[in-house]
């Protein structure tokens, strides 16, 4: 049973309950037409597992409500809080990344010696800080849907993929949707792509293992990622994926800036 009567003010009790969850930060409840919900919208923390927070959403409202939610009408966007951010952006380089930035005010530090010469073809932006996820969220229904942010500096780029429903594939989209995200990064010739991702045990402990391809012409190149499953699956996706091309990156960007 999910609905309740026609006078709709107990949805602001609701979601005002809701946001008392540990780790939800926004809730949004949406209804049809006859008051049945249609959708429950939760914004979170990225410190708890969405699916524990999904429950307790579940739980919540039929303690409270008596209403019988379907778990999958309840999506869960889970963002880095706003501390996390601003340390990101204090360590963000000098922007000399954007092609459209002036030459006599970002390079005037810099020896002339070499004409600036490759007009820009670049594999990779000229300054690679090292990318952070900024929000990884996957939503629920007939498919599902996974959309990842990353951060390179001020710059973010979104990857989205959407796939079946099917058991354990949330992990496949997320990572794709990394990789994703991480290709609108680059430009030129250069492309990532996932090539496994998969669950072990290590002394003990459960660990993501993915495999990402460089390519590059016709050269392809292999780079591993690990990362220790702890409270959020999806969050460790991520971060296993950037541990594969992080430090790759950043190499390559320093060679064409040397170059």
Known sequence: MEQHDNDNAWVQDA?????????VRQCK???DNSGEVVGVHVVAAMDRDPKQIVRDVEGLLK?????DVFYKKIG?????????????????????SKP??????????????KPIAKPVARAVPAVVSRLVCESVSVRSGRNLSAEVELKNGDESFVGICKGSNATGNDLMLVARASVSALNKLLDGD?????????EANVSGDKVLLVAIELISGRKIEKLYGTCAIQQNLHQAVVYSVLDAVNRKLSVISNMEVAG
């Open 190 to 198: 250069m492309e990532l792509a996932l090539s496994e991702i998969r």
């Open 100 to 113: 459209s930035s002036s030459k006599s005010t970002q390079i005037s530090k810099q020896p002339l010696a």
């Open 63 to 67: 303690a409270r409500l008596g209403l």
């Open 29 to 31: 409840i949406d209804l």
């Open 15 to 23: 979601e005002n309950w809701i946001c008392q969850i540990k780790d």
């Open 76 to 96: 869960v966007v889970q963002v880095v809080d706003g501390e996390s951010s601003h340390l990101n952006q204090k360590v963000a380089p000098i922007p000399v």
